[in-house]
């Protein structure tokens, strides 16, 4: 692993990872956070430079595993974070239908497609930004009205590959 120039290790351990479902914004010790991000359990395996790279500017890392945890659960647990006044800044999560879930539940959670997450992340055989503008501004990524296949992503136009 390649440590940046000016990192100290010290300076990755400083961000607090809790389970999602198992979390509540109001525990004292999360006291200070102002936002979070929610982690695929395994993207956390595929990306070891994890806290370098995409956790050193956010206060909580949450992490889930929509495959094996209850969407509902997953859904309830990011509104309730979102509703203590936490802005959650980015979604990770690995090109898969089961991590799709986690996209689709922050589209739920907020309820409505206008959201403050600012990328969604996906590593596909080491790490790329697929989808790199704020969801706000999101014109290809569009949900069907009926919700059939948990996990499923439509996606209008192909994302660049860079």
Known sequence: MEIPVGFRIDDASWVRCWRLTLTKPEDPLLGGARDFVIVADCFTLMYPELHVKLLGEVDLALSVCPEIEDYELIKSSIHRFLASGLKLKRVVSMPRPCCFQLHYASYEAYGSLQIEVEHLVAVDGGY??????P???RTYVSFPSK????????VREKPKRF
């Open 128 to 133: 790329r930004r697929i989808y790199e503008k």
């Open 147 to 154: 919700y059939p296949e948990k996990g499923a992503l439509w």
């Open 135 to 137: 969801l706000r501004a």
